[in-house]
């Protein structure tokens, strides 16, 4: 499929098959999500998969019992890394390598560099994770819907409840559940109409931002 076909095709589907997902497509959607980008290249992100009933009931339970959370093959959980400096030293080492730096000394100010975001408060680096984080989990639900699996992100889970049930270590913030699956028959899948999407000329702000001009205050209108 061609990216905006992908893009088209996309819907967050609630209700899946019982056709299993098989593990070489699976590894070919997560290849396909750790090319996304990240600050300084850092890849905080950790993708958790859950494909057993027992694992993903007790995410469902940590999940507000959404359960599509259980239908699904698999359901990640996407951890971010509040650690900027969890993966730098191999980072910059291949930066060096492949002479994106021109040398040594370049590196030891990049790591600083990196250090620094390291000592921030604890609430700016949860955010610091989220932006690398989330695009990863958009990442994976394209590379799903190329090879024609439905995805669902999630925000609405405890994060504390999923720490506790999978033992997820200090320093990693759950940021996103995403349910992988063949839809079933007759879930919001391609074929169904996409939900509004707020028009371009009211998102798009060129030059300076002002969101009471015009018609921005508006109710949307989602037609063609
Ligand atoms: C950050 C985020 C959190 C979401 N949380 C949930 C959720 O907890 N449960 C759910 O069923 N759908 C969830 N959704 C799916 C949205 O409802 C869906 O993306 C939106 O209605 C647009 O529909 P579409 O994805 O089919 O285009 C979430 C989507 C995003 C991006």
Not at 176 to 183: K, S
Request: with cysteine; glycine share 6%; aromatic share 8%.
């Amino acid at each position: 499929m061609d990216f905006e076909n992908v893009v088209d095709a996309r819907r967050s589907v609630h209700e899946y098959s019982d056709e299993p997902i098989d593990q070489s497509t699976l590894r070919e959607v997560f290849e396909t999500a750790t090319l996304s980008p990240s600050g300084y290249n850092l890849q905080p992100w950790e993708f958790l998969a859950l494909r057993e009933e027992e694992t993903k009931t007790a995410l469902m339970e940590a999940a507000n019992g959404q359960e599509h959370v259980l239908e699904a093959d698999t359901a990640v959980v996407v951890l971010g890394n509040t650690d900027p400096m969890a993966h730098a030293e191999p980072v910059f080492d291949d930066w060096l390598a492949k002479g994106y730096i021109p040398n040594e000394e370049v590196r030891s100010a990049l790591l600083g560099n990196v250090e620094a975001m390291a000592d921030v408060p604890e609430a700016e680096r949860r955010v610091w994770t989220t932006r690398s984080t989330a695009l990863a989990a958009m990442t994976l639900m394209y590379a799903a819907r190329d090879h024609g699996v439905a995805s669902c992100p999630m925000e609405g889970f405890d994060a504390d409840a999923i720490v506790d049930a999978f033992d997820v270590p200090e320093g990693y913030e759950p940021v996103m559940i995403v349910t992988l699956g063949y839809p079933a028959d007759g879930a919001a899948d391609v074929e169904n109409e996409r939900k509004g999407r707020r028009p371009v000329d009211e998102v798009v702000h060129y030059e300076s931002f002002d969101p009471s001009e015009d018609t921005r205050l508006e109710t949307p209108d989602f037609g063609e």
